[in-house]
Structures are given as C-alpha cells and as structure tokens.
C-alpha cells in the first residue's frame, strides 16, 4: 500500500470515527443494556435479578395485544390521512405556487417553532367539550352519542395526523420538485391526458418521496404516546402509553423493555413488508 492510500484509509476512518463513536455509545450499548434488563426478573422494590426469562416477550404480546394492534392501527391511519392530505399540498407547492413557494415551505414547518407537546395542549383546548368546535360538529351531527370529542379515537388519530404531517409534506415536495418537467410535457405530446401524464410519470417519479414520508410518519406515530394521553383516554391508549406506564408508573422494567423490542422488531418488519410491496427497484429507477 502506498504512503498517499495509506492517508486516504486513515482520513476515511477519522471522519467515520466520531459517527461510529456516537452509535455505539447511545444506541448499541443502550440497546444491549435494555435486552439484559428484559431477560431479568423481580421488582423495584427488592431489585431485579438475571434469570434469562425470554417468556417475557410472549407473555407481554399476549397481555398487550390490544395495544399493540391499537397502535398499529392508529398509525395506518393518521398515515394514510397525511398522505392524502400532503400530496395535493405539496404537488401545488412544487408545481403551481411559484413566488409564494418559499412562504408555504415556512408555514409547513412553522409548527416546529412549538413544541408538540404545546400543539397538543392547544388541541385539547380546542377540542373541549364546550368548545366552539365541537358545538359547531354537534350542529352538523358530526358528534357521536356521547357529545365529545376529546376522549375519543377521532381525537388520537387527528392529533397524530396533525403533529406528523409537516414530515409527509417535505419528502413529497423534495421529490416532486425534482421532477423533470419536460417529461410530463412529452407525455402530454403523446396524447396523454392529465390524468393518465399524472399515473404515469408524476406519481412514479414520486414514489421516494411517498416512501420517506410514509415511514417519517408511521414510524414515531407507531411508538407516540403524548395524543393519546392529552387528547384519549385509557381506552385509546397506545403501546407507547403502556411503555411509558410500565417504567416510569409501575416501574416493571422487563415488561417495559421487552415490549420496546417488540415494538422495534414490528417497524423493522413493516419497514422490510413494506420495501418489498413498493419495490426497492422502482424506487432506485425513480430516483436515477
């Protein structure tokens, strides 16, 4: 090896020090130190011992299954929601907004300003029982039997839509914005129609964005507990609500930690369910 590869090799592994450095430090060994924690056995007030106890996991799904499904659904949802929402904002954005563009992309993100935890506070003001919203849904007979709104399912998943749109709107605006526009010129020369030049050269062309922004969303909605906690109740309640529970309430940390690892194995598969029915090629042909 030469004196200039030599350098080469170590400059790369200086830069890619601090990086590995940081993983290691706050995610490998944490997660480590959460799979010992969940194979222990005890409590808090007598201390916990290693006992290799892998039946907590099976026992944890079983006890928590409602929530776990819960939160699936939940987060399909509030995904589903925010892409049919972000879609037509960011193609207008990308395509049609022209000197105003740089003034939507601030409002998109203007909710970062605040802390979501405020959002959803303010949400819960003004989803309150006497409030104007509600009196104006119940008028139209959009209120179920109940009269309410906070407490409910509605409430969870618009708060979870709301709070995680801006990260479908971004990804979905980057990639169209990309988009060549001659392509969609040259399709309408060959007698494609608006529709059809859209299904098929726009919305391809687009698909990284609909990947980013579906797991941007899905991912930190799967595991959210704050909307479910201010705007639900323990009937809405989420598997991250019962983590949370768990540590810091019941102070049960094996439950708490084995149901973190079940949580991420679900996202890793959904993730690798999800690569695969879109498809990892047409994404790549999409993005070159």
């Known amino acids: 090896m030469s004196p200039l ?7 790369a592994y200086t830069l890619l020090g601090p990086g ?10 944490p997660l480590v130190n959460q799979l010992w924690v969940s ?7 007598d201390g916990f011992t290693q006992t290799w106890n892998w039946s907590v996991y099976p026992d944890s799904i079983s006890h928590f299954s409602e929530q776990l499904w819960r939160s699936l659904f939940y987060a399909g949802i509030a995904t589903v929601l925010c892409l049919i929402i972000a879609f037509p904002l960011a193609y207008f954005m990308a395509f049609k907004a022209g000197r105003w563009k740089n003034f939507m992309l601030l409002l998109v993100i203007l909710p970062f300003f605040t802390s979501s935890l405020v959002r959803t506070v303010a949400w819960q003001t003004i989803l309150t029982d006497d409030g104007w919203v509600v009196g104006v849904m119940d008028d139209l007979g959009l209120v179920g039997d109940s009269g309410r709104i906070l407490a409910t399912r509605t409430a ?3 708060g979870i839509t709301y709070n995680f749109l801006p990260f479908m709107v971004l990804p979905l605006y980057v ?9 969609i010129e040259a399709a309408t020369d060959l007698y ?18 609909v990947f980013s922004g579906t797991l941007l969303v899905f991912i930190p909605a799967l595991g959210d507990f704050i909307n479910a906690e201010l705007l639900g109740s323990p009937q809405q309640y989420m598997i991250g609500n019962v983590i949370q529970s768990q540590y810091l309430i019941v102070r049960n940390y094996p439950v708490a930690a084995a149901l973190s ?5 679900a996202i890793l598969i959904g993730i690798f369910l999800y690569a695969r029915a879109l498809g990892t090629k047409s994404l790549r042909e999409s993005v070159t």
């Open 5 to 11: 590869e030599r350098r080469r090799r170590v400059l």
């Open 20 to 29: 590995v450095a940081f993983l290691l430090i706050f995610f490998a060994i």
């Open 39 to 45: 194979l222990q056995t005890g409590n808090a007030d």
């Open 156 to 158: 969870v998943i618009a």
């Open 175 to 183: 990639a169209l914005e990309k988009v060549d526009r001659r392509l």
């Open 192 to 209: 494609a129609n608006r529709i059809t030049a859209f299904r098929k050269v726009t919305l391809p062309l687009a698909l990284p964005g």
């Open 261 to 265: 690892f079940v949580l991420m194995a």
